[in-house]
């Protein structure tokens, strides 16, 4: 973990100097995917917080959209953006291609008469879109991907990241926390070395809590940075509560709340003044429309006006 830290630094301290001395380039940090906590130090076993990374993987495709560079801090072999739309599906990749550039293929040549492999033609139409996307992010370096594994991992990258975006893009800078980060662990001094052994029954073990690291990412890292954490609740009477209580405990600019079984149609947006539902009609839902194609443009435009303010 520590032996990565120094190339994290160079591609991110790299990446925002490059983005920062383009006029008016706003560089946001999209975290995404969950944390695991080790339970043994030679790890056979942790514990996982729920995220598949769609959240996060989606958004970023939206904030490229929207002109912005995009630092993807994500859970390693979690969703990412573009190639989401052919992994973790219900078809393998391979189901994207064929090998005479027709769907259905009735007949399939043998290795002899050494077929091409074809996109097939049901899904060419869609991939296209994708794939000039992906490649414009990728000609134009407009995407950084970074992954970690542990929540300690995360922490560490997270805070390298923040000092620097903070120092070199001031109001520019927008951290969209969408991981789902875990609030325990086993500390290092208490962690076993060797898998634990199950012989000796039940396992009762005792997990510390993370300290929030909201409070000095608003504080110190990066004071000057449009802030939006996510808040899960499975408990809709919770919602908008929690999500105020964050936002009086840590004085960041914005919460989007969502609930565990809605996540995908429904969002609350909450500041310190006021909360509203984003919902998607049902219509909408049936189209496949993607809620972060609302979410992210409201973002932007949000941002928008906190940099506004520093000018005025
Ligand atoms: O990836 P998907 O499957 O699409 O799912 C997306 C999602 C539901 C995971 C995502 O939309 C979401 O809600 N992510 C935040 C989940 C989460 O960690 O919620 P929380 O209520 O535990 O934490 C609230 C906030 O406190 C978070 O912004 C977190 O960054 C922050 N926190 C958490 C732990 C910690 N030690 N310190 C913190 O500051």
Redesign the pocket.
């Known amino acids: 973990m520590w032996n990565q830290l120094p190339e994290v630094q160079a591609k991110v301290s790299e990446f925002i100097s490059r983005h920062s001395a383009v006029e008016g380039r706003r560089v946001v940090l999209v975290?995404?995917?969950?944390t695991t906590v080790p339970l043994e130090a030679n790890t056979v076993r942790f514990v996982d917080?729920?995220?598949?990374?769609?959240?996060?993987?989606?958004s970023a495709e939206y904030f490229l959209d929207a002109g912005y560079a995009v630092i993807f801090l994500h859970r390693q072999y979690?969703?990412q953006p573009y190639s989401r739309h052919y992994s973790h599906s219900k078809n393998c990749f391979l189901d994207y291609m064929t090998t005479n550039g027709q769907s259905g293929e009735a007949k399939l040549p043998s290795p002899e008469q050494s077929p091409k492999v074809h996109v097939d033609p049901e899904y060419e139409s869609a991939m296209i879109d994708v794939l000039l996307k992906y490649r414009k992010a990728k000609d134009q370096h407009l995407l950084l991907m970074l992954d970690y594994t542990t929540?300690q991992q995360y922490?560490l990258y997270l805070h390298q990241i923040c000092k620097i975006m903070g120092t070199l893009l001031g109001r520019r800078g927008m951290f969209y926390?969408?991981?789902?980060?875990?609030?325990f662990f086993v500390p290092k001094a208490r962690m076993v070395e060797h898998k634990i052994q199950s012989r000796e029954g039940a396992l009762t073990m005792v997990l510390e809590?993370?300290?929030?690291?909201?409070?000095p990412?608003v504080k110190d890292w990066a004071p000057s940075g449009y802030i939006v954490?996510?808040?899960?609740?499975t408990d809709p009477a919770l919602l908008v509560p929690?999500s105020q209580q964050?936002l009086d405990r840590?004085g960041h600019q914005l919460?989007?709340g969502?609930l565990?079984n809605t996540?995908?149609w429904t969002?609350t947006f909450v500041t310190r003044e006021s909360h509203n539902n984003v919902t998607l009609t049902p219509a909408e839902q049936r189209d496949g429309v993607e809620i972060e194609s609302v979410i992210i443009p409201e973002l932007v435009k949000r941002h928008a006006d906190w940099i506004g303010v520093e000018k005025r």
Do not use: H
């Open positions: 975290t995404s995917g969950g917080n729920f995220s598949a990374g769609t959240r996060g993987a989606t979690s969703l929540v922490l926390l969408a991981a789902a980060v875990s609030d809590q993370v300290p929030k690291f909201l409070k990412l954490s996510f808040k899960l609740e929690k964050s840590y919460v989007i969502n565990l996540r995908k969002v």
